[in-house]
């Protein structure tokens, strides 16, 4: 499914459905050169979208209870931290390059929006107030913008489909 180079680019991320017994996305990591993939999450599902700048961590959107947060977890394993606890489905989330925030987008408010929260789940900021569906913000390496998609208002807040047209934005 998902697949992200961490920072330093000697190891990826990747999530992936084939080995857990329900048919459920899992995260997994492994060096770049290849190898045995290490199993990193044990609860499903979990899908990849970053590295923590100093590749300490991984942050990911975790199907839990019924509700789509936002997690992370230290790449060796252990107990995942939940950042995100509002209802809606909150996905997409990516440190910016200094590690101090992390990026992501929420349905929370009835339309799939680009929000902004510090690195332990403090201060969650809504930063895109439009009528579009706006989706996985990537942060630009100067830390000054971010790029992301669009979907137009016809299409459910909480669907990504990959057929859809979208717009790409700064």
Same mark, same amino acid.
């Given at each position: ?5 961490s ?15 329900? +048919?459920q ?10 190898g ?69 987008? #929420? #349905?929370?408010? +009835? ?7 510090? #690195? ?14 706006d ?36």
């Amino acid at each position: 499914n998902d697949h992200v180079l961490s920072f330093d680019g000697k190891q990826i991320g990747i999530s992936d459905h084939t080995e857990d017994a329900n +048919g459920q996305s899992l995260i997994y990591i492994l060096p770049i050169t290849g190898g045995n993939p290490k199993q990193i999450t044990k609860l499903s599902p979990s899908y990849l979208h970053g590295w923590s700048p100093d590749n300490k961590f991984l942050i990911y959107t975790g199907g839990r209870n019924n509700d789509f947060y936002i997690y992370k977890i230290a790449i060796d394993g252990g107990k995942e931290e939940q950042l995100t606890t509002t209802k809606g489905l909150d996905d997409g989330p990516e440190y910016s390059p200094d590690g101090k925030y992390i990026y992501f987008n #929420s #349905s929370r408010t +009835g339309t799939m929006q680009i929000w902004r929260m510090e #690195s332990d789940g403090k201060n969650q900021t809504q930063l895109t107030f439009d009528e579009y569906n706006d989706w996985f913000p990537h942060v630009s390496p100067d830390n000054k913008s971010l790029v992301f998609i669009s979907f137009p208002k016809e299409v459910e807040a909480d669907k990504h489909p990959f057929y859809e047209q979208v717009y790409i934005r700064i």
